[in-house]
């Protein structure tokens, strides 16, 4: 009886010492699977973590590029188109200033595609003479172009004072104008006239009834009237090149 006993009580103890030692497996196992479930999920929380933030980045670095290569297109194409606008406008420039410069040839009579500018006609051309104040034993001559174009007036006025003049007045050299006078229709030329000397030193003095105008480029002279029908004249009488203006016509 108490050796049965004492057998029944040690089998008891070591079943049962069995099942703590087996508990305490399942609890170490269990234990450590979720130690290592643990740095696994938070292995894949971070992974997961970064890998957001990390597309976030790129994305917004690739809107980043693309907008800089956005703005430099804008950039290039407004350069461009600011270029060609000034290409464009000094196009139009040059060809207005083209355009101006062969309408001023024109006007001036030069350049190979406009005609010549003639001589004026005589028989188109009103001249008149006229006495003056100043200076003194002067007169002025005046031709105006009543022609429809551009005429010119070479040089001076032929003179030829009364009926038995043998020749024409002289030049005064020292008025040559540096280029010929040129006369749209309705413009004036001038021409002063030195009737005798002031000072009475001049000879064969004698007054004359009328005058007679040659322009160059006509063979016929024109009759022009004196004023009050006569005017003094000795051999200091000379005539001046055509000028543009009066003044100027009166200096000599």
């Not at 089998?11 to 069995?18: D, G, H, N, Y």
């Not at 002025?140 to 032929?158: E, H, I, R, W």
């Amino acid at each position: 009886m108490n050796v049965t006993a004492y057998r029944r009580g040690r089998t008891v103890r070591t079943i049962a010492a069995s099942i703590v030692a087996v508990a305490a497996l399942s609890v170490t196992a269990a234990c450590s699977g979720g130690g290592d479930g643990g740095s696994d999920n938070a292995g894949k929380a971070n992974s997961s973590a970064t890998a957001p933030a990390s597309g976030t980045d790129a994305q917004g670095a690739d809107k980043a590029e693309g907008g800089k290569e956005n703005q430099a297109g804008k950039e290039n194409q407004a350069g461009k188109e600011n270029q060609g606008g000034k290409e464009n406008q000094g196009g139009k420039e040059g060809a207005t200033g083209v355009k101006d410069a062969k309408s001023q040839t024109q006007k001036s009579g030069g350049g190979s595609e406009s005609e010549p500018v003639g001589d004026c006609d005589i028989n188109k051309t009103a001249i008149t003479v006229q006495n003056v104040k100043s200076p003194v034993n002067h007169m002025l001559l005046k031709a105006t172009n009543k022609a429809g174009v551009d005429c010119k007036l070479v040089g001076y006025p032929g003179l030829k004072f009364g009926a038995s003049a043998q020749a024409a007045t002289p030049v005064n050299e020292d008025s040559k104008p540096q280029a010929v006078v040129m006369l749209a229709p309705g413009e004036s030329a001038y021409a002063g006239i030195t009737t005798s000397a002031a000072d009475g030193s001049g000879a064969e003095g004698g007054k004359v009834d009328s005058l007679e105008v040659f322009i160059d480029g006509s063979e016929d002279p024109k009759p022009v009237e004196l004023p009050g029908g006569s005017v003094y004249v000795d051999s200091a009488a000379k005539v001046t090149y055509w000028q543009t203006d009066a003044q100027t016509a009166l200096t000599w």
